[in-house]
């Protein structure tokens, strides 16, 4: 079964300064994508930036970048200019062909001014 | 719709009672998630259903637990003589289908259910 850990529980950041947040998994897959989802007070869960296994090359939304490596099954989240609206909870999600998302604990970021 | 929509955002009941969740999909979503997401934890797999395959139900915690989905359109979660356990938050979730894995999930509110 694959598996997603997330090492830290809660982050704080300074606004305008970059944070990085830990993701590992466990899996035996070959084929699969990584998901970061961010979890304001609202509940509702918004996609932040995927990455396909089978590319390298590490994905980047506007302030949003990760940083893949395979080998180590690591999939970090780089926030960079944080702004006061990124705190919530960022949820690390794995997801293989023919199967739901499979999701870490979380970790709850805080943006202080 | 424009987005997946859950009915009710609330629901308080009392121990032992049958509730009924319902999520309305993105139109032309072909798969369909329920998800549970108890307080300060990640978000555990319960179903999935895809077009008209059998249901994957290796996530359902108890046979107390059942949902249901006609056709590509509303599905309802059915949880029968809840217990305090229940309490939790149900997501549901839509995407085209369940095999292209780079699709993304779009998820709903949510309904956040309490169990007296």
């Known amino acids: 079964a694959q598996t997603v850990t997330q090492s830290q529980p809660e982050m704080s950041v300074q606004e305008a300064e970059t944070v990085t947040l830990s993701c590992t998994y466990d899996?035996?897959?070959?084929?699969?994508?990584l998901f970061w989802y961010k979890q304001p007070p609202s509940r509702q869960m918004i996609l932040v930036i995927r990455?396909?296994?089978?590319?390298?090359q590490n994905a980047t939304e506007n302030r949003f970048s990760v940083n893949f490596q395979k080998a180590a099954k690591s999939f970090s989240l780089k926030i960079s200019d944080s702004q006061l609206g990124d705190a919530a909870m960022y949820f690390c999600?794995?997801?293989?062909?023919?199967?739901?998302?499979?999701f870490g604990k979380g970790t709850s970021l805080l943006v202080t001014p | 719709g424009a987005g997946v929509s859950q009915s009710p955002s609330n629901k308080v009941t009392e121990k032992g009672k049958d509730v009924e969740l319902r999520c309305d999909p993105i139109?032309?979503?072909?798969?369909l998630y329920w998800y549970r997401q108890r307080l300060g934890q990640g978000l555990e797999f319960l179903i999935y259903?895809?077009?008209?395959?059998?249901?994957?139900k290796s996530g359902l915690p108890s046979d107390r637990f059942s949902a249901e989905r006609t056709g590509e359109s509303v599905s309802t979660l059915t949880i029968q003589r809840t217990q305090q356990e229940d309490s939790a938050v149900y997501l549901c979730?839509?995407?085209?289908?369940?095999?292209?894995?780079?699709?993304?999930?779009?998820f709903g509110d949510g309904t956040r259910l309490s169990i007296l």
């Open positions: 979730a839509s995407s085209l289908d369940v095999l292209t894995v780079n699709q993304p999930q779009h």
């Open positions: 899996t035996s897959e070959s084929d699969y994508y």
């Open positions: 990455q396909e296994a089978y590319k390298q």
């Open positions: 999600a794995y997801r293989s062909p023919g199967y739901a998302l499979n």
């Open positions: 139109s032309g979503h072909t798969a």
């Open positions: 259903f895809q077009g008209n395959s059998a249901p994957d």
